[in-house]
């Protein structure tokens, strides 16, 4: 199958028929969506020949967000296609909004597709912070949603925060055909891991391709900060001398022999050594080849030029960079456009034409038909595993 472009360079799988959506009853099925991507709420009803259902999301001028649904949802089946942009708080607002209209006006049931789950990233606790994940799902569950499309999970595990099934669907089927068919020479290409955490992902790759493997090792981990706050604090030396070494002293018989063979600490609670990165390296050879850079999410992408330029010292003649989520914030697309990287791959989960028009080199795969199966699948109660078929715990 070949993939087609567009003049504006974004690339898209030719078009299903229309009668493999075919056993769709219309009748009982709205899609709706909010403000956050209606291009991509357009190609799936049209794919699925349906309409696009009657709701108005709007802001009042003190900025409240108002829902207005046209038409009955009563005993329907409601998908709400909003995904996550650079305007998350109000893009998470308007699909609660929405969920909860649906709810109250006696919707038979009401599925959630946010091909980007935003906050997905805040999904570990960091010193005293919160899991903001954890928090998102419990809203999204309140709300009214009873079930979710998601794609490309930035932690898979964020499934089990939900209360309601998560599809957590993949876009690597379409990266992995975009790598074989457009990229001229792929034999000739080695998979690159950005940081030691993308690893796994690009080994799913690299074994799916049947290609090499790099490593880039050393680099400073992102929202990893070493402020000083309470914790690193230390407790009172001179104290716990005293009263620890007094009650040990206490407290172990001379004549028990397993109390002999516990070792105890000398003063206080142990410090953590300090962590010392490596300089910045490269594990793999790179020397001639074309770089592949795998991720889920291309957002701030100061790391990325950083990985393009040593991996262009090493000898990489090309440099491509693939992700799911092309979320490209602030002076993303000038640095990328300024930078050695031949090309920027991601898949429309979040809309980026602006960007596209900042930087050419950036290209869109359309993964409308995957969401569009993914519906047609769950409304006619059909088992999701076709598009799970050979994903393992690695992807």
């Not at 995904?83 to 049931?109: F, H, P, Q, V, W």
């Not at 594990?283 to 074309?290: A, E, F, H, T």
């Amino acid at each position: 199958m070949l993939l087609q472009r567009n003049k504006l360079g974004s690339v898209r799988p030719p078009k299903r028929c229309r009668s493999d959506m075919d056993n769709i009853s219309t009748s009982d099925i709205v899609i709706i969506n909010g403000n956050s991507h209606p291009d991509l709420a357009n190609m799936v009803a049209e794919r699925m020949g349906l309409k696009n259902g009657g709701c108005s999301v709007f802001h009042k001028s003190n900025r409240e967000t108002i829902v207005e649904i046209s038409d009955s949802v009563r005993g329907k089946d409601i998908y709400i296609i909003q995904t996550g942009t650079k305007d998350a708080n109000n893009n998470i607002m308007e699909l609660l909004i929405m969920a909860y209209a649906c709810k109250t006006s006696s919707a038979r049931s009401i599925v959630g597709v946010i091909p980007y789950l935003p906050y997905s990233k805040q999904c570990k606790m960091r010193k005293r912070g919160c899991i903001v994940s954890k928090l998102l799902a419990k809203m999204m569950c309140t709300s009214g949603l009873t079930h979710i499309i998601t794609m490309d999970l930035h932690q898979k595990e964020i499934q089990g925060f939900f209360d309601i099934p998560v599809d957590n669907l993949r876009a690597s089927p379409f990266l992995l055909q975009y790598i074989q068919e457009s990229i001229p020479d792929y034999r000739n290409s080695v998979i690159v891991a950005r940081n030691p955490g993308v690893a796994k992902k690009a080994n799913s790759y690299a074994e799916r391709l049947r290609l090499g493997l790099a490593v880039i090792h050393g680099e400073q981990k992102e929202a990893e900060s070493d402020e000083v706050d309470g914790r690193y604090s230390p407790p009172p030396t001179r104290a716990y001398s005293n009263i620890l070494g007094n009650s040990v002293e206490m407290c172990i018989p001379a004549a028990s022999s397993s109390r002999q063979r516990t070792t105890s600490v000398s003063v206080g609670v142990p410090e953590h050594p300090v962590k010392v990165k490596p300089p910045l390296t490269i594990v793999g050879d790179v020397n001639g080849r074309i770089a592949i850079m795998v991720d889920d999410l291309i957002d701030d992408v100061q790391s990325f030029v950083a990985a393009a330029e040593m991996l262009k010292d090493n000898g990489a003649c090309r440099i491509y960079v693939l992700a799911t989520h092309g979320l490209l914030s602030s002076d993303a697309p000038r640095l990328l456009e300024e930078s050695v990287i031949d090309e920027i791959v991601v898949t429309n989960t979040i809309p980026h034409e602006i960007q596209k028009l900042q930087c050419n080199k950036i290209k869109t795969i359309d993964i409308s038909i995957l969401i569009a199966e993914a519906i047609r699948r769950i409304h006619n109660k059909e088992s999701m595993s076709y598009l799970f078929r050979n994903v393992t715990l690695e992807d």
